[in-house]
C-alpha cells in the first residue's frame, strides 16, 4: 500500500510539474502570444506548395513520357504548358 | 494497488479535460504558454495511463482476483501468455488499451509532427484531448477495470477462443490501427479550425495515417487467420458485423490513401478528402462500439455492457461537430483546379475512391440494418452472406481492374493510341488466362474466372510498371539493372510500395476466389477404419485419443490421409474442453500443400458416445496466398512509409520558419 501511495504522489507532482513547467520556465514572459504566421508567410507557403506542385508535375510528365504512357504528341502538347506553369511559381518566389 | 490504478486513471482523466479546456482556450485566444501547458498535459497523461496499465498486467500476472476484471477473464490454470493477453480480453481492459494507444499517439504525433504549423498544432491538442477524454470517462466512471471484490478462490477463465497465440497480436495490431486513425482526424479538425487549408496538415499526418493503415490491414488479416486456425468453421471471414467493423474505416482509409495524391499533385479534393478522414475516424468509432458495447451477437462481443449509449452519444457528437466545421471552412476548401480528362491516373483514382467508398457503407448498412430494424419493429432482420456477396462482386471486382489500369494511364489525360500501347501486354495476359481457365474447367464459377483474369491484368500492370520504370532510370545511365530498380524505388517509395501493396491485394483476391469459389466439402459419420474421400484425398479414422492438459481435457480423431497410393500423415482434428470456463472448443487439422498453396482442412464436428465421428473436410485451394498477401502487404507498407531523405529535405525547405514547436 505505502509503494502504490508513493508512485501515485509521485505521480501527481510528476503531472503538475510537467504541466505548470511553459510557466515555471517562463513566468514573465515579454510575449506570450502563440504566434500565427502573417499573411507574407501565408502567401509564401502557398507558392512554395504551388511551385513544388508544378515541377512534380513536369517530372511525372517527362517519366510518364519516358514510359510510353504519354505519347509524343501529348507530350509535347502538355510539356509547354507545365513548364510555362513551373516558370511562373518559380519567378512568384516560390 | 487497484487504488494506485483508480487513482492513475482519474489523472488521466483530469489531465485529458485540461488538455481539451486548456488546449482550447489557448488556441482560440492565442496565448503560448498556455498551449504548450495543454500538450505537456497530454504527455503527463500517456504517462498515468501507462501506470493504471502497469497496475493492470501487474494484477493480472499476480492472479489478483480481488480485481473483478481478473477475477472474469482468468484463472490459475490459466496458462501466464494468455493470463497477460487477457489485458485485452475484456471490455474494460480492451477500453485502457484503446486510452493508452491513444495517449501514445498523441504524444509521439505531436512531438513529431511539427510541420503541421503552431496555430494547427495548437488545436491538435484539444481534439485529442476531446477524444481521450472519453475514453478516460468511460474508464473512470462506467467501466473501470480496477473494480474490487472479495477475492474468490479461482476466477472464471478466459474464453477459449481467446486462447490462442493470435491473440497476443491480433488485438493490439487492430487498435493501433483503429486509434492510428485519431491521427490524422485530429490535425484535419486543427487544421480547419486555426483556418488553415494548406498541405501541411496532410505531410504532417502522411506516416501516421500510413501507419494506422497497415497496422488495420495487417491486424485484419492475422484476425482471419486466427479464425482459421481457432473457430473451426472452415472459413476465414464470415461478414461478422465486429469483421466487417475493422474493414470499414480501412476501406474509408484506403480511399484516403489515393484521393491525398490529387489533392498533393493537383490540389483538389479538399472537402472529399477531410470527409473521408471524418469518416474513417467515425467508423473506427463505430468499430470499437460494436466490438464492446454488446450490441451485437458476435464471436467478438464478448460481453454485454452499458457503454454503448455513452458510445452512440459520442460518434453522433463528433459526426455533427466534424461535419458542421467542415461545412463552415467549405469557402477555404474550394479548389483552383478541376479534372481535366476522364481518362488519367486522377480520374481512376477518383473512381477508385466512390467503389471504395460505395463498398465501405453498402457494408455499413448491412451491419446497421439489423438494429434499426430490431429498434423499429421489434424483430432483427438478417444480414447475411450473400448481401455482402453481391456488393463486393459489384465494387470489388471493378476495383481490382481498376488496380490494374490505374498504374498504366498517364496524370492529366491520356490519348487512346497511348493507352493502346500500355494496356496491350497486361490485357493480353488476362485475356489468354482467362481462356485458359475455362479450358481448365474454372468455369464453373462465373466469378472466379472473372477474378482470377482481372488478377492477372492487374498482376501484370504493377509487373510492367517496375520494368517500364526500371528501363526509363537506367536510360538515364550509370547504372545497371539492379541500380536502376533500387534507385527506381528509392526515388519514389510511396509509389513503388503502393504497387506492391495492390500486388498483395491481387494475391488476396485469388487466394479468396480459389477457396471459396472453387472449394470441395465432404461430410460424413465415420466409425474407426472407415473412410471417405475429398478432392482426391482419402481420409481413414484410425480412432480416438485424449490427453488432459493444465486447464482442459483434449480429445482427438486420428486421421489418416492418403493420395492415390502415398501416405500423407495422420491429421488430428478434435476438441477441448475447458474446465474453468466450462466451455468447449473445436480444434481443427489442417495439411498444408505449400506446393499448390491449398489446405486440406478437417473439422471434428460431433465426437459421438459410439466412438464415431461426424467428420467435415475441406479441400481449399490456394488459400495460403491470403497469408502470404499479409507478408507482401506489410513489406509494402513497409516500402511506402520508409523515411526519404530527398522528399525530406524539399519538405523542410518548403516549410522552414513554419515548423516552430508550440
Not at chain 2, 496458462?79 to 499517439?105: D, H, N, R
Not at chain 2, 486522377?346 to 475512391?353: I, K, P, R
Request: hydrophobic share 50%.
Amino acid at each position: 500500500m505505502s509503494l502504490a501511495l508513493l508512485v501515485g504522489a509521485l505521480l501527481a507532482i510528476g503531472a503538475v510539474v510537467l504541466v505548470a513547467a511553459p510557466f515555471l520556465r517562463e513566468p514573465a514572459p515579454s510575449d506570450d502570444r502563440l504566434l500565427r504566421p502573417g499573411e507574407g508567410e501565408q502567401r509564401r507557403l502557398a507558392q512554395a506548395e504551388e511551385r513544388d506542385r508544378a515541377l512534380s508535375a513536369l517530372k511525372e510528365l517527362e517519366f510518364d513520357h519516358r514510359t510510353g504512357k504519354v505519347s509524343d504528341d501529348d507530350y509535347r502538347r502538355l510539356v509547354g504548358v507545365l513548364r510555362q506553369r513551373a516558370a511562373e511559381t518559380l519567378r512568384a518566389g516560390g | 494497488m487497484p487504488d494506485l490504478g483508480r487513482a492513475a486513471l482519474v489523472t488521466s482523466f483530469l489531465l485529458l479535460v485540461y488538455a481539451l479546456v486548456a488546449g482550447s482556450f489557448a488556441a482560440w485566444s492565442g496565448r503560448r504558454r498556455l498551449a504548450a501547458s495543454a500538450q505537456n498535459a497530454l504527455i503527463a497523461a500517456f504517462g498515468a495511463t501507462a501506470v493504471a496499465s502497469v497496475v493492470l498486467l501487474a494484477a493480472l500476472a499476480r492472479h489478483d482476483f480481488s480485481f473483478q476484471y481478473v477475477a472474469q477473464h482468468t484463472s490459475r490454470e490459466l496458462p501466464l501468455g494468455y493470463t497477460l493477453t487477457a489485458f485485452w480480453g475484456g471490455q474494460e481492459g480492451s477500453l485502457l488499451l484503446w486510452l493508452l494507444v491513444l495517449c501514445g499517439y498523441s504524444v509521439a504525433a505531436v512531438l513529431t509532427a511539427r510541420r503541421a504549423g503552431r496555430e494547427v498544432l495548437a488545436w491538435v491538442v484539444p481534439t485529442l484531448g476531446l477524444v481521450g477524454t472519453f475514453f478516460a470517462l468511460l474508464l473512470v466512471f462506467v467501466a473501470s477495470p480496477f473494480a474490487t471484490q472479495a477475492a474468490p478462490a479461482d476466477g472464471a477463465g478466459l474464453n477459449p477462443s481467446l486462447q490462442n497465440p493470435y491473440m497476443a497480436v491480433h488485438p493490439p495490431m487492430l487498435y493501433l490501427g483503429y486509434v492510428g486513425l485519431t491521427v490524422p482526424f485530429a490535425f484535419a479538425m486543427g487544421a480547419l479550425l486555426a483556418r488553415r487549408t494548406d498541405e501541411r496538415w496532410i505531410v504532417a499526418t502522411r506516416r501516421w495515417t500510413l501507419a494506422a493503415w497497415a497496422f488495420l490491414g495487417v491486424g485484419q488479416l492475422l484476425g482471419a487467420h486466427w479464425a482459421y486456425v481457432e473457430i473451426g468453421w472452415g472459413g476465414y471471414y464470415a461478414w461478422d458485423p465486429v469483421e466487417n467493423a475493422a474493414l470499414m474505416p480501412w476501406l474509408a482509409a484506403t480511399a484516403f490513401l489515393h484521393s491525398v495524391m490529387i489533392q498533393e499533385k493537383r490540389g483538389m479534393l479538399k472537402v472529399w478528402n477531410v470527409l473521408l478522414v471524418v469518416l474513417a475516424f467515425c467508423l473506427s468509432l463505430f468499430g470499437t462500439f460494436l466490438t464492446r458495447s454488446g450490441i451485437i451477437q458476435s464471436i467478438h462481443s464478448f460481453t454485454q455492457s452499458s457503454i454503448g449509449p455513452w458510445f452512440l452519444g459520442f460518434i453522433c457528437l463528433i459526426t455533427a461537430a466534424s461535419l458542421a466545421l467542415v461545412f463552415l471552412r467549405l469557402p477555404l476548401l474550394r479548389s483552383k483546379t478541376r479534372l481535366e480528362s476522364l481518362v488519367s491516373r486522377e480520374a481512376t483514382f477518383l473512381y477508385n475512391n466512390l467503389l471504395l467508398v460505395a463498398l465501405a457503407l453498402t457494408i455499413l448498412w448491412g451491419v446497421v440494418y439489423p438494429l434499426l430494424s430490431e429498434a423499429v419493429t421489434g424483430e432483427a432482420a438478417t444480414v447475411s452472406k450473400p448481401y455482402y456477396n453481391f456488393f463486393l462482386h459489384s465494387f470489388g471486382l471493378p476495383l481490382l481492374l481498376l488496380m490494374g489500369i490505374g498504374p498504366l494511364v498517364a496524370w492529366r489525360r491520356a490519348s487512346l493510341r497511348a493507352l493502346g500501347r500500355t494496356f496491350l501486354w497486361p490485357a493480353s495476359a488476362a485475356v489468354a488466362a482467362g481462356i485458359a481457365l475455362l479450358g481448365a474447367g474454372a468455369g464453373s464459377s462465373r466469378v472466379g474466372v472473372i477474378a482470377y483474369t482481372f488478377s492477372i491484368f492487374a498482376l501484370a500492370s504493377i509487373v510492367l510498371e517496375f520494368a517500364r520504370g526500371t528501363s526509363a532510370r537506367r536510360a538515364l545511365g550509370g547504372v545497371g539493372w539492379g541500380g536502376a530498380f533500387s534507385s527506381l524505388v528509392a526515388r519514389n517509395r510511396r509509389r513503388y510500395g503502393g504497387y506492391v501493396v495492390h500486388a498483395s491485394v491481387v494475391l488476396l483476391a485469388i487466394g479468396v476466389a480459389g477457396s471459396s469459389a472453387y472449394q470441395t466439402v465432404r461430410e460424413g459419420r465415420l466409425h474407426p477404419a472407415d473412410s471417405m474421400t475429398v478432392a482426391g484425398n482419402r481420409l481413414v479414422f484410425r480412432g480416438f485419443e485424449t490427453r488432459t492438459e493444465s486447464n482442459h481435457r483434449a480429445i482427438r480423431a486420428n486421421i489418416d490421409v492418403y493420395r492415390g497410393g502415398d501416405y500423407l500423415g495422420r491429421y488430428r482434428p478434435g476438441k477441448n474442453q475447458y474446465f474453468a470456463e466450462d466451455q468447449v472448443s473445436n480444434e481443427v487439422s489442417i495439411r498444408h500443400d505449400l506446393l499448390t498453396g491449398g489446405d486440406l482442412f478437417l473439422i471434428a464436428d460431433q465426437v459421438n458416445t459410439d466412438g464415431s465421428i461426424d467428420l467435415k473436410a475441406l479441400q481449399k485451394p490456394l488459400v495460403n496466398l491470403i497469408w502470404l498477401a499479409g507478408l507482401v502487404f506489410l513489406g509494402g507498407s513497409l516500402i511506402a512509409l520508409w523515411p526519404d531523405a530527398r522528399e525530406e529535405r524539399r519538405l523542410a525547405e518548403r516549410y522552414e520558419g513554419a515548423a516552430v514547436q508550440i
